[in-house]
């Protein structure tokens, strides 16, 4: 008996010089098992590692339409990461919409689409309805209604980043419309 056999065969980094021999630069091929095109589009390995794959364009489109980034994970630890995240790589998430496939609905991204769902809303509630949601949720389990509740304040604390997260995709369309 060899290793346990992966279900997939992502392969491990491989390089190659890429153009003339004289100026050769190393690129990073992707990880796909077989495919010799350079490997740009990094890609998460699981949801709490930053370890990355680094794909095809076609191959990371792919891989993403497979993946579950919120797997393993309750909607607190969720909603958290994605506030953090949206935080840190503002610039990036707007590539992210670009060729990286899986998202929501195609109106909503699935970052939002979970946070519509800790809100307890539709996929296609109005932003109004988020307002409402929001503040009837966050003043059951606000600290002044609730002190001293842990329980409590860690569902306030999703409310919130849950909102945080709509705002901004409301936003982000109100300045492109
Ligand atoms: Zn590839």
């Not at 919409?97 to 519509?116: F, K």
Request: proline fraction near 5%; charge should be negative.
């Amino acid at each position: 008996m060899s290793r346990a056999r992966r279900s997939n065969d992502w392969g491990f980094p491989r390089w190659r010089g890429y153009g003339s021999s004289r100026e050769a630069t190393q690129v990073r091929l992707c990880d796909r098992h077989g495919c010799s095109e350079p490997g740009d589009c990094p890609a998460p390995k699981s949801p709490n590692s930053p370890d990355r794959w680094y794909f095809c364009q076609k191959h990371a489109a792919e891989y993403n339409s497979g993946w579950d980034y919120f797997a393993g994970l309750d909607k607190e630890a969720a909603a958290e990461r994605e506030a953090q995240e949206r935080a840190e790589t503002a610039g990036y998430q707007e590539s992210a919409h670009y060729g990286w496939g899986g998202s929501g609905d195609g109106t909503r991204s699935r970052d939002e689409l979970r946070a519509l769902e800790a809100l307890d809303l539709e996929s296609d509630a109005t932003f109004d309805q988020v307002r409402k949601a929001w503040r009837t949720k966050a003043k059951e389990v606000h600290p002044d209604v609730r002190p001293g509740d842990a329980e409590a304040a860690k569902a306030f604390q999703t409310y919130q980043l849950a909102y945080e997260v709509l705002r901004a995709a409301e936003e982000r369309r109100e300045w492109k419309g």
